[in-house]
């Protein structure tokens, strides 16, 4: 599953050159554990986008001499939009939201953020399942604003291309924010389809929507995936 694999890659990009997975002569382990982010329910009503469920990933490696075993959180959700594309079903769900929370770790001193070196499309790819193979361009199309979560954040928009249901390629639009939260880093991504018939400020919209209603702690209500 992609979203498995980015958790992976967001713990070990993290770390420093010389990090490695860890061994059991390690006695030591440093626990950091993030709180699960969610969208409220009258914005996925107001948006039309599904909640598939979070899921919840533990990692353990060894960062500047020292073992880390944080705990991650990937809330992902769909929307069904008909396309106007032969190639694909009436309805396909093309659009979609992720969000990830990961602990911010300060070691020897020194705090990193984990996610910090990951390109925009290794973040969009890997935080949802409906898209493959992304290209996401490296200059955003356009910047905005969005108040969510108490404070003022920076969402980018790109353009790209993916396979979408591994069938075939298609130009998608690509939002990206990385704010950081109560002691976590969050990564919040949308992707949406660049074609013909599909107005694209329409579905901006309902990303800010999403983004918006963000909700993030412990104390949210989550579906973990088994």
């Known amino acids: 599953m992609y979203r498995r694999s980015f958790v992976a890659t967001v713990v070990a990009t993290g770390a420093v050159?010389?990090?490695g997975c860890l061994g059991d002569v390690?006695?030591?382990v440093t626990t950091h554990s993030a709180s699960p982010a969610v969208v409220a329910d009258a914005a996925t009503d107001e948006t039309a986008y599904e909640y598939r469920g979070t899921e919840e990933t533990v990692r353990t490696e060894t960062v500047a001499?020292?073992?880390i075993?944080?705990?991650n959180y990937i809330s992902e959700y769909v929307r069904t939009i008909d396309l106007p594309i032969?190639?694909?079903?009436a309805e396909t769900e093309a659009g979609v939201f992720g969000l990830v929370t990961t602990p911010r770790?300060?070691?020897a001193g020194e705090e990193f953020n984990p996610v910090g070196e990951l390109s925009h499309a290794e973040i969009a790819e890997h935080v949802q399942d409906q898209y493959g193979d992304l290209a996401v361009d490296d200059e955003p199309i356009d910047r905005r604003t969005r108040e969510t979560l108490g404070q003022s954040i920076t969402v980018d928009s790109f353009e790209g291309e993916a396979t979408?249901?591994?069938d075939r390629r298609v130009d998608v639009y690509v939002d990206v924010s990385q704010p950081d939260h109560d002691g976590d880093h969050l990564v919040i991504t949308g992707v949406y389809p660049d074609v013909d018939g599909l107005e694209r400020e329409a579905e901006r919209d309902r990303i800010d929507a999403l983004i918006d209603g963000i909700e993030h702690g412990d104390d949210v209500d989550v579906e973990l995936e088994s």
């Open 86 to 89: 032969d190639a694909f079903d």
């Open 69 to 71: 075993e944080a705990t």
């Open 65 to 67: 001499g020292e073992s």
């Open 105 to 107: 770790v300060s070691v």
């Open 164 to 166: 979408l249901l591994e």
């Open 26 to 28: 390690l006695e030591d």
């Open 17 to 19: 050159a010389s990090a």
